[in-house]
T-cell receptor
Framework: GAGVSQSPSNKVTEKGKDVELRCDPISGHTALYWYRQSLGQGLEFLIYFQGNSAPDKSGLPSDRFSAERTGGSVSTLTIQRTQQEDSAVYLC????????????FGPGTRLTVT | SQQGEEDPQALSIQEGENATMNCSYK?????LQWYRQNSGRGLVHLILIRSNEREKHSGRLRVTLDTSKKSSSLLITASRAADTASYFCATDEGGTSGSRLTFGEGTQLTVNP
C-alpha cells in the first residue's frame, strides 16, 4: 500500500484483557513511531524504532505496554491487563530516514476499555 | 508532557477570512512542523520550518518561526470550509532524539460557510 496502515481501526475490550495493535509502515521507511492521543488532547510519544537499533521506549507509560518491530517492518503494540485510562486513539507513524524528518501517520486504532 | 502550547485552543471564522494559530515551545529545536488532523484520526504533514528559517510559504499556508521567543505561527489565508480540522505544531529537537516529535495540544479550527 501507499500509506501507513493500522489494524484494527476500532477495538473494544474489557478491563483486564490484553490487546495487540498492528502497524504496517510505508515500505522502505526505516523509522517507526507509536503515539497515543486521548480525547481532545495532543499526541503523546510512546516508542520509536530506527532500523536495527535498540528502540527508544522512554514514552511507554507503564510496564503493561510493550512493542516490537519484526524484520524492520511491521510493528505490534501490546497492552497487557488493560485499564480504562488506556482508552485512546493509538497512532503509528513512519519516516523514511536519512535527512527527512516528516512523519507519515496511519489512521489510528481507537481503543475503548470498558 | 507536551512541549508545545498552542493558542487559541479553538477558533471559529467565516469562509474567506484568515486564520492564525500560535505555538510556543520550551527547548532548542532542529525544526518545527505543522500537522492537520481531521475527525481525530490520522495526521497529515503540512509544512516544516527549520531553526535557521524565519518564514516559509506553501500555497495558502504561511509559517513563521521566532527562535528567540520560542514561538511559531501558522496563517491560513482565504480559509475554506474544508480547512475545518485540528492543527498541531510539533517540534523536532534533533540530536539523539531520532527526530521524535513533541506535539502541542492543538487548535480546533472551524470555518463556517
Amino acid at each position: 500500500g501507499a500509506g501507513v496502515s493500522q489494524s484494527p481501526s476500532n477495538k473494544v475490550t474489557e478491563k483486564g484483557k490484553d490487546v495487540e495493535l498492528r502497524c504496517d509502515p510505508i515500505s522502505g521507511h526505516t523509522a517507526l513511531y507509536w503515539y497515543r492521543q486521548s480525547l481532545g488532547q495532543g499526541l503523546e510519544f510512546l516508542i520509536y524504532f530506527q532500523g536495527n537499533s535498540a528502540p527508544d521506549k522512554s514514552g511507554l507509560p507503564s510496564d503493561r505496554f510493550s512493542a516490537e518491530r519484526t524484520g524492520g517492518s511491521v510493528s505490534t503494540l501490546t497492552i497487557q491487563r488493560t485499564q480504562q485510562e488506556d482508552s485512546a486513539v493509538y497512532l503509528c507513524a513512519s519516516r523514511s530516514g536519512g535527512g527527512s524528518t516528516e512523519q507519515y501517520f496511519g489512521p489510528g486504532t481507537r481503543l475503548t476499555v470498558t | 508532557s507536551q512541549q508545545g502550547e498552542e493558542d487559541p485552543q479553538a477558533l471559529s471564522i467565516q469562509e474567506g477570512e484568515n486564520a492564525t494559530m500560535n505555538c510556543s515551545y520550551k527547548t532548542s529545536i532542529n525544526n518545527l512542523q505543522w500537522y492537520r488532523q481531521n475527525s481525530g484520526r490520522g495526521l497529515v504533514h503540512l509544512i516544516l520550518i527549520r531553526s535557521n528559517e524565519r518564514e516559509k510559504h506553501s500555497g495558502r499556508l504561511r509559517v513563521t518561526l521566532d527562535t528567540s521567543k520560542k514561538s511559531s505561527s501558522l496563517l491560513i489565508t482565504a480559509s475554506r470550509a474544508a480547512d475545518t480540522a485540528s492543527y498541531f505544531c510539533a517540534t523536532d529537537e534533533g540530536g539523539t532524539s531520532g527526530s521524535r516529535l513533541t506535539f502541542g495540544e492543538g487548535t480546533q479550527l472551524t470555518v463556517n460557510p
